[in-house]
């Protein structure tokens, strides 16, 4: 009798590269480990310390998807949302926050947040809901900042 497992697929380092992250977080030390960590798995990663330096990114960098704090100075993470919605509707955001509650979590989505994930984040379970974001959503397509879902091949869980 086969045996079944669930294995995830792996993306080729080529394809990781491809795929921009928008990385926002008031704390510097918290920005170097998880961008460490996206950096680590070829992914093309840039940092910013709050909300509005985050903003006039987006035209520039183009993410993917963007991760961000809740709570920062200035702009939080919920304003923040709404100003990524603004500029393309459709580009997932997961949400990080060490201080949350189960009512945040739940504004947070009903708001449009792809994922709302509480800190210490396990970095499994982010690349588990970053890859989730990606497949859901699609990917930009060099040319265009429009989704393309066939632009990349995005890992997926498989059963054997």
Same mark, same amino acid.
């Given at each position: %009798? ?8 792996? *993306? ?10 928008? &990385? ?6 918290? &920005?170097? %480990? ?17 909300? /509005? ?21 200035? %702009? ?36 449009? *947040? ?18 989730? /974001? ?5 990917? /930009? ?20």
């Amino acid at each position: %009798m086969p045996k079944k497992q669930t294995e995830m697929q792996e *993306v080729s380092t080529e394809e990781v590269r491809l795929l921009r992250i928008l &990385l926002v977080d008031d704390d510097p030390i918290i &920005l170097t %480990m998880i961008s460490a960590w996206l950096e680590d798995k070829g992914y093309e990663v840039k940092t910013t310390e709050n909300g /509005a330096d985050a903003v006039s990114e987006l035209p520039i960098f183009k993410p993917h998807l963007v991760i961000t704090d809740l709570r920062m100075e200035g %702009m939080d993470g919920m304003i923040l949302l709404k100003k990524i919605q603004k500029y393309n509707s459709i580009l997932p955001v997961i949400m990080l926050s060490g201080s949350a509650h189960i009512s945040d979590a739940v504004r947070a989505t009903h708001q449009g *947040v792809f994922e709302f994930l509480t800190r210490p984040v396990d970095p499994d379970e982010l690349f588990h809901k970053i890859h989730s /974001a990606l497949s859901y959503v699609g990917t /930009a397509d060099q040319e265009s900042d429009l989704p393309q879902k066939s632009f990349i091949k995005v890992p997926s869980w498989q059963t054997y």
